[in-house]
């Protein structure tokens, strides 16, 4: 694979040509990837890394077909949606075979903050007012519109909540504002959505298609078709998400694990009783996965749950190997930490006396990269937890 530049002149240039508010992965080590393939990237010494960051290539990196048809069009015409043109109503019409009758009607944009700034204004125009209820910590996009109802931003960085905007609790039954024991959680969470409703009215508020895009949609429609796509996600997701809820019964660090699909949150605790969440542990085992080839990201409100979201074409068999390597990391680190775990490895086997011995070193150690790291900043990226004993001792 031929590169432009070495990894140290790449990063060198990323650092003094884009802004440093775009992070990157792994930043104390990132990785320098050059080509990927369905399920799997590769960095320039020829590594091979699976892939489960990047769900917005729903089939999978260069699937050939998607390849085929966007050489095949970009080869005849590209150019705006204000022409005619037979593909951009064929998507539109075949995405909308995929959608409840009444969802028809198709504007084409060039991302999901664009997408969801479009939705805003049409409710908006529709309406006739500015009343948005938004859930606690999520988040819409990068556009200033999207910025003023993402509570994920406004309530770490500079920004002030507007009057307009109204945030109701996230339904989350492991650590939210009702739980599991709660007898009728989902109504009392849709009870806090109207009472905001409620209090608002009482205030006296009420509340780009182009031909090579739509080619490559109609062959991403056409792919997801053919290779049960759709159902390979459930199959896979129901055969990972009892793999982890095995490891869950098996390790302490994990609190919860929830999730559809392809799409599971493993939410790691240092207390299980108080779920303190597990902050620096989670990263931790996102660079240790790293090293095993596993590319994971962190997320939630406290940057202590993986995320887990591949392409679509993710195996059973990258399923296991996935949750082996979780398995073997989470091991070695709860018995570092001291923590209790089942060990379904022989207590005398030198694996195990090697792995001990190093994670015990890594606890030794000073994190002098990661820690200089602004959780507040970061979304995908690795925090750590500056109250946490793993902050200040754990090498990533």
């Keep these: ?19 440093p508010s775009c992070k990157v992965f792994f930043a104390s080590d990132p990785i320098k990837i050059v080509r990927a393939q369905r399920q799997y990237m590769f960095d320039e010494n020829g590594e091979q890394y ?53 969802l028809s009607v198709c504007y084409f944009t060039n991302s999901g903050s664009e997408a969801n700034d479009l939705a805003l204004r049409l409710a908006r125009q529709f309406r006739g007012h500015q009343d948005v209820i938004t859930l606690d910590h999520a988040y819409h996009g990068h556009l200033s519109s999207l910025i003023e109802i993402s509570p994920y931003k406004f309530q770490k ?18 650590r939210g504002k009702y739980r599991e024991d709660h ?18 009215h009482n205030s006296g508020r009420k509340y ?3 031909p090579v895009s739509c080619a490559v949609g109609l062959a ?45 949150g493993i939410d790691l605790v240092k ?36 995320k887990i979201k591949p392409p679509m074409c993710f195996t059973e068999e990258d399923a296991k190997f996935m949750v082996d390597q979780l398995d073997r990391i989470l091991t070695v680190l709860e018995e570092a930490m001291g923590t209790k775990t089942e060990s379904v490895t022989s207590e005398n086997t030198p694996c195990k ?26 979304r995908n990226g690795m925090c750590t937890d500056t109250h946490s004993l793993l902050s200040k001792r754990l090498k990533t």
Excluded: W
Aim: charged share 30%; with cysteine; net charge positive.
């Design 50 to 102: 699976l892939d489960c960051i990047n769900n917005v290539a729903h089939v999978g990196h260069c699937h050939p077909g998607v390849v085929k048809a966007a050489l095949k069009q970009m080869e005849l015409l590209n150019t705006n949606s204000r022409f005619l043109h037979d593909n951009i109503v064929e998507y539109a019409k075949r995405l909308s075979a995929t959608l409840p009758e009444k």
């Design 157 to 174: 960085g500079k920004d002030v909540k507007k009057e307009f905007v109204h945030v109701a609790p996230t339904p989350d039954t492991y």
């Design 1 to 19: 694979m031929c590169e432009l530049y070495s990894k140290r002149d790449t990063l060198g240039l990323r650092k003094k040509h884009i802004g």
């Design 271 to 306: 207390d299980h009783l108080k779920r303190t969440p597990a902050t620096a542990e989670a990263q931790h085992i996102i660079y240790k996965m790293k090293e095993k080839r596993v590319l994971l990201s962190a997320d939630g409100p406290h940057r202590n749950v993986l």
């Design 183 to 200: 007898a009728d959680s989902a109504s009392a969470y849709a009870d806090e959505v109207k009472k905001i409703i409620e209090d608002a």
């Design 208 to 210: 780009g298609g182009n």
């Design 353 to 378: 006396t090697k792995m001990l011995k190093e994670a015990h070193i890594e606890l030794l150690r000073d994190s002098t990269t990661d820690s200089k790291e602004n959780p507040s900043r970061k």
């Design 220 to 264: 991403v429609l056409d792919i997801i078709e053919n290779e049960d796509l759709q159902g390979n996600a459930k199959r896979v997701g129901n055969y990972l998400t009892e793999l982890l809820k095995k490891q869950k019964a098996k390790h302490t660090l994990i609190g919860d694990i929830r999730g559809i699909g392809l799409f599971i």
